[in-house]
């Protein structure tokens, strides 16, 4: 089999490992029962009690330090290949599920999820991402897309087997089973990786005029020469703009529902799935359309598109069904779009050789919604008792990217 056709063995591998390690962001299934599991290992009660929202800083840890591991594994992926850097990822993920499952206070859960697995994900996921793009440099945002939605898929079905899981044994008990799963199928699903030659081109594609137009003055950049150009600058608070109304959502949707809609605990759940569906969707149907469009002009319709969200989401009120879940599907798609897109916009950008590292880097953007976006958005409404402020604040971010996008237009004439 040539590589033309081995690709797709490669894509479908990655999307596999993608889906092991974006149990990350299953993390609401686990805050709860993790927080009275600490509590009575600790014999605290009533106000001493740790709760669910004490330990959000153990996610948004995990957010933060991905970049760093993006960076170092797309550098290591050069030596070594990428077959090995996800091996190591991966099951260096699952060890990290397993040391929560022996976590018996906060510090030990930081440990275990926020750096182990934080870490773990980033090199993991930038290897996987960048790889099946450079493969296809025909489809690149398709794959992209592709690539990162099983990442997103996760956060739909992990929480269902977790809660199955929890509901026979403990969460603890979860956590070692998740995390020897994820060992075994990453280790497995890793053995199909292959590295993507530099240059590589599938039998039978021909370039566009425009990309061979492009092509003939397009160069691989390393890092050190991304970061001294306007664009990258341009294009990683633009992601930073772009993510932060999804991370925002995604973090307290659960919450904004039973508190802003008045749903129950178990219709709030129903939202927090359907936004992960949305947003899983939108990473493919972002990449899709930006290779028919471009990608730029395809990020700028998101984020107008994403004002008109949280514009629904502002206009709601107690019991408004309709403009709660059309705001919540409209982010959803949103920002699974832009995270869809940017793999094969750095790519496009920056060139395909060292393309592992430099979306590690441009990942920071990402990294900076991905730790504030949260903690803004509750401590908004732990000051004034509503969501408002802070979708007015996620609206300014996006009229920003759109600024953006015509900023990067400017320089790329």
């Not at 170092?72 to 991966?90: A, Y």
């Not at 137009?213 to 397009?218: G, L, Q």
């Not at 060292?354 to 990294?367: C, E, L, R, T």
């Not at 609206?395 to 320089?411: E, K, N, P």
Request: aromatic share 12%.
């Amino acid at each position: 089999m040539n590589l033309t056709s081995r690709r797709w063995l490669v894509l479908i591998a990655s999307c596999l490992i993608n889906l092991c390690i974006g149990a990350l962001y299953a993390w609401s299934v686990f805050a709860s029962p993790m927080a009275e599991h600490i509590s009575a290992v600790q014999g605290l009660s009533g106000d001493n009690a740790v709760t669910a929202s004490s330990l959000a800083i153990v996610f948004s840890i995990a957010n933060v330090v991905g970049p760093i591991t993006m960076i170092g594994g797309g550098k290591l992926v050069r030596t070594i290949g990428p077959r090995f850097v996800i091996m190591i990822g991966g099951i260096w993920f699952g060890l990290g599920f397993l040391i929560c499952g022996f976590a018996g206070s906060v510090p030990g859960l930081i440990f275990g999820f926020g750096i182990c697995c934080g870490l773990a994900m980033g090199m993991t996921y930038g290897c996987t991402v960048s790889n099946c793009v450079k493969f296809f440099p025909d489809k690149r945002g398709l794959v992209g897309g592709i690539a990162t939605a099983s990442y997103g898929l996760s956060s739909v079905l992990v929480p269902i087997i977790a809660n199955a899981i929890i509901s026979k044994m403990d969460v603890t008990m979860t956590f070692k089973i998740l995390g020897i799963a994820i060992v075994i199928i990453v280790f497995a699903a890793s053995l199909l990786i292959l590295p993507c030659p530099d240059g590589f081109v599938p039998e039978g594609y021909v370039a566009p005029l425009s990309d061979n137009t492009k092509a003939s003055k397009a160069k691989d950049y390393t890092w050190s020469e991304m970061i001294k150009t306007k664009e990258f600058y341009v294009m990683m608070v633009l992601m930073c703009c772009g993510a932060f109304m999804g991370m925002m959502i995604i973090s307290q949707a659960s919450p904004i529902a039973q508190n802003q809609v008045l749903m129950s605990p178990q219709a709030a759940a129903v939202v927090v799935s359907v936004l992960a569906l949305f947003n899983t969707g939108g990473r493919i149907l972002g990449g899709f359309i930006s290779d028919l469009i471009g990608q730029i002009n395809t990020l700028t319709i998101l984020l107008f598109c994403s004002i008109v969200g949280l514009f629904m989401l502002i206009i709601t009120g107690e019991g408004s069904v309709f403009t709660f879940y059309a705001g919540i599907c409209i982010i959803g798609i949103c920002f699974g779009g832009f995270m869809g897109i940017y793999p094969g916009f750095t790519n496009e950008k920056f060139g395909a050789k060292y393309s592992s590292v430099n979306y590690g880097i441009m990942f920071i953007g990402f990294a900076f919604s991905g730790f504030f976006a949260p903690i803004i958005i509750g401590r908004i409404y732990s000051m004034q008792g509503t969501y408002v402020a802070a979708y007015y604040a996620a609206m300014i971010l996006s009229i920003l990217g759109i600024a953006l996008t015509f900023i990067y237009r400017i320089m790329n004439k």
